[in-house]
């Protein structure tokens, strides 16, 4: 199993910035993919960010490219997502998910490819 824990999430004003984390733990040898969703309230969770952790290929959602940014540290085991920019549609409950399906040339972006999820954290914008 791969325990995930997500921080950095708050409250902050439009056209501020947060960093989330994701530290990651337990068979952390198994992943291959670490990714970011998030859900607002009355929508369905969606995805942000995701990187391969060998290749280190990364893809974005169409609405937070140029505005955000994946990273990861392989000896921490741990991902980051820096986001800039931020306006309210951007509030959201954050989830971390970690794949550890092995792909050719992809990068997973749908909630089925991640078997684990974090407990998620609370990102705020105020207008």
């Known amino acids: 199993q791969v325990q995930l824990a997500e921080s950095g999430g708050g409250l902050v004003q439009a056209g501020g910035s947060l960093r989330l984390s994701c530290a990651a733990s337990g068979r952390t040898f198994s992943i291959y993919a670490m990714g970011w969703f998030r859900q607002a309230p009355g929508k369905e969770r969606e995805f942000v960010a995701a990187m391969y952790w060998s290749a280190g290929t990364i893809v974005y959602a169409g609405s937070v490219k140029g505005r955000f940014t994946i990273s990861g540290d392989t000896a921490k085991n741990t991902v980051y997502l820096q986001m800039n920019k931020l306006n309210s549609e951007d509030t959201a409950v954050y989830y971390c998910?970690?794949?550890?399906?092995?792909?050719?040339?992809?990068?997973?972006?749908?909630?089925?490819?991640?078997?684990?999820w974090g407990q998620g954290t609370q990102v705020t914008v105020s207008s």
């Open positions: 998910a970690a794949g550890s399906t092995w792909y050719r040339d992809y990068v997973p972006s749908r909630e089925s490819e991640y078997g684990f």
